[in-house]
C-alpha cells in the first residue's frame, strides 16, 4: 500500500496551540477513529494503543518527525493520520530535538509484515529534508493534504 493510501483528508490536520505529547497522541487517535472509510474505532481504545507503544521506546525519529503505531484487533485495513505542530513538542527523540510531524498509524492486529513495510515506507519519506520542509511551509490543512497526497489530492 503506497505511503499516500494510507491518509485521507479527513485524517489530515494541525495543531495550532501548545500540547503535550499526551495530547498529540489524543488528537491522532480522534483522527484515527474516524470511520472515513471502513468502520470507526473507539478513539479512546487507539489512544491506549499508542501509548502502549510509546512506553516500550519513543517512536520519535529525530528531524522534528514521529511515527506512533500500533496493531488494532478489528480494524479491517491499515489507516494512518498526520497533524502538523506549530509548537513543537518533547517526544524523547534521539536528537534531542522537539516533534513537529508526526504521522500516526494504525494496522489491523495480525498484519506484522505490512506494519513493518508501511513504517519503512513512512520513515524513508520522512527522512527526506525537502519533503519535512514543504510540509512545515503549508499555509493550511488544504495545502498540506496537497504535499502530503500529492498535487491530484
Not at 474516524?34 to 468502520?39: K, L, N
Amino acid at each position: 500500500m503506497p505511503f499516500a493510501d494510507l491518509l485521507c483528508h479527513q485524517r489530515i490536520g494541525r495543531i495550532s496551540g501548545p500540547v503535550d505529547r499526551d495530547g498529540v497522541i489524543e488528537r491522532l487517535a480522534a483522527l484515527l477513529a474516524r470511520p472515513v472509510e471502513g468502520h470507526g474505532l473507539a478513539a479512546a481504545d487507539v489512544a491506549e494503543r499508542l501509548r502502549e507503544r510509546e512506553r516500550l521506546a519513543s517512536t520519535a525519529l529525530g528531524h522534528g518527525v514521529a511515527i506512533p503505531h500500533a496493531r488494532i484487533g478489528g480494524l479491517d485495513r491499515a489507516r494512518g493520520a498526520f497533524v502538523l505542530l506549530d509548537h513543537g513538542v518533547s517526544y524523547a527523540a534521539p536528537d534531542g530535538e522537539p516533534v513537529d510531524l508526526v504521522f500516526a498509524m494504525a494496522v489491523p492486529e495480525d498484519e506484522v509484515a505490512g506494519h513493518l513495510a508501511h513504517l519503512g515506507e513512512i520513515a524513508e519519506r520522512f527522512s527526506d529534508a525537502d519533503f519535512r520542509a514543504s510540509l512545515r511551509a503549508a499555509d493550511d490543512d488544504r495545502e498540506l493534504a496537497r504535499r502530503l497526497l500529492g498535487a491530484d489530492a
